[in-house]
């Protein structure tokens, strides 16, 4: 952290910075028309840190494929989550 101005050497700075949290430059995929992701790194006034992610996702027309389109991107984002989560535990020792 920069003691001077108190932002991480990540943080975007300006007006993504607010209520005490800092906030970096947004990291984005897009595939115009199908899919968007963001991804932001976010630390709280508390220096706890997390990824804050949005997802947009085209569906296929139609009420069955856009609902299995939904379970299967639902499935993926748990196993993306859980497998996060499982990463950012501390180990036992260290």
């Given amino acids: 952290m920069n003691r001077r101005d108190g932002h991480t050497g990540w943080c975007a700075r300006g007006h993504?910075?607010?209520l005490g949290e800092h906030r970096s430059t947004?990291?984005?995929i897009d595939l115009?028309?199908?899919a968007r992701a963001v991804l932001v790194r976010v630390r709280a006034?508390?220096?706890r840190e997390h990824a804050e992610v949005r997802i947009r996702v085209a569906l296929a027309p139609g009420h069955l494929p856009a609902r299995r389109q939904l379970v299967g991107l639902l499935s993926d984002l748990r196993?993306?989550?859980t497998r996060a989560a499982i990463a950012a535990?501390?180990?036992p020792g260290r």
């Fill in 16 to 18: 993504r910075c607010n």
């Fill in 26 to 28: 947004e990291i984005v």
């Fill in 32 to 34: 115009p028309g199908r």
């Fill in 45 to 47: 006034d508390n220096g």
């Fill in 79 to 81: 196993h993306a989550v």
């Fill in 89 to 91: 535990r501390p180990r």
